[in-house]
């Protein structure tokens, strides 16, 4: 089971709030990523991050954005939320240089956008 | 697009059963992962085989590795309703990302 966690698991809001989804990995990874997964469907890379203060741009175009103060912390923030936003956020990390980019992923949070 | 198509999109056998599925990439590769994912859950990381690998095992799963095909797969052996999931192959072009496919959604009937 690798150490990376998600919160909240689940996400039901109304449009137009904010909302900050929280990813945290205990195992020291330099990079941090974010990927939106609608069901049965490819994962999208929306963010990506090389280490703290470093956040870049996925190959899908999002709304949402992202930080990296800490190496442990990588939280994605939605400014305005809107039914298109509905889906489920993968976070992951990876430490290239131990094991080839093998990815650990969180459990995942499912938001529905009413 | 540079994602792994894994094929078939989706397979359904019997516990017991060998399940078998493809994986096809564009261009040369560092590496190519499996990776296993949960209705509703993140992905598990299976298996990595390495561009001048042919053939990788890890208890029930092997991996192989046709880079002149540019084409790899995974059998999982003697299938248990425990292995019901999405599995997808994620080719390392060494780009700092992995790019997934849509996956094979294997179902697996006790």
């Known amino acids: 089971e690798a150490d990376i966690y998600q919160t909240p698991r689940y996400l039901v809001i109304g449009t137009g709030k904010k909302i900050t989804l929280e990813c945290s990995q205990t195992?020291?990874?330099?990079?941090m990523y974010w990927y939106q997964q609608d069901p049965g469907m490819e994962l999208h890379l929306i963010h990506y991050?090389?280490?703290?203060?470093?956040?870049e741009k996925g190959d899908l175009s999002s709304e949402s954005t992202v930080s990296r103060i800490r190496t442990e912390h990588f939280p994605l923030t939605l400014e305005s939320a809107r039914p298109s936003h509905t889906s489920q956020y993968l976070c992951?990390?990876?430490?290239?240089?131990?094991?080839?980019?093998?990815?650990?992923f969180g459990p995942g949070t499912r938001l529905t956008v009413l | 697009s540079q994602q792994g198509e894994e094929d078939p999109q989706a397979l359904s056998i019997q516990e017991g059963e060998n399940a078998t599925m493809n994986c096809s990439y564009k261009t040369s590769i560092n590496n190519l992962q499996w990776y296993r994912q949960n209705s509703g859950r993140g992905l598990v990381h299976l298996i990595l085989?390495?561009?001048?690998?042919r053939e990788k095992h890890s208890g029930r799963l092997r991996v192989t590795l046709d880079t002149s095909k540019k084409s790899s797969s995974l059998l999982i052996t003697a299938s248990r309703a425990a292995d019901t999931a999405s599995y997808f192959c994620a080719p390392d072009y060494n780009t700092d990302k992995l790019i997934f496919g849509t996956g094979t959604r294997l179902q697996v009937f006790p």
């Open positions: 085989i390495r561009s001048n690998e």
């Open positions: 991050s090389y280490g703290v203060n470093s956040t």
């Open positions: 992951a990390s990876s430490a290239p240089r131990l094991a080839a980019d093998t990815q650990y």
């Open positions: 195992m020291g990874h330099d990079k």
